[in-house]
Nanobody
């Protein structure tokens, strides 16, 4: 499995960005894919996760109502639509995927297994 993120950049507070994660090498259609973010000096945090098997999702409280995780029809590109961005959303954003992990667990501190992308920087200016 290979994951490649894109779509990061600089945006003003209140603005929007959409991140994309292009996935290849999936052997089947039962993966859990997550978006995580990390600020230097802090632990990596799961913010949105989705199951390709049943499209169930899980969001961190900090992004509920503002961020939406989704996939394309082929479930080979995973999107993170980010609206009403705040300066505290500034971080390096990573996508990751593993086989058939419950979405809430995958987004938790104890999840975060499998294959990872290289990350993309999101900076929100105030």
């Amino acid at each position: 499995v290979q994951l490649v993120e894109s779509g990061g950049g600089l945006v003003q507070a209140g603005g929007s960005l959409t991140l994309s994660c292009a996935a290849s090498g999936f052997a089947h259609d039962d993966y859990t894919i997550g978006w995580f973010r990390q600020v230097p000096g802090k632990e990596r945090v799961g913010i949105a996760c989705i199951s390709t098997r049943d499209d169930s999702t899980h969001y961190a409280d900090s992004v509920k109502g503002r961020f939406t995780i989704s996939t394309d029809n082929a479930k080979r590109t995973i999107y993170l639509q980010m609206n009403n961005l705040k300066p505290e959303d500034t971080a390096v954003y990573y996508c990751a995927a593993d086989w058939s992990v419950p979405v809430a667990y995958y987004c938790s501190r104890d999840g975060q297994s499998g294959t990872w992308g290289q990350g993309t920087q999101v900076t929100v200016s105030s």
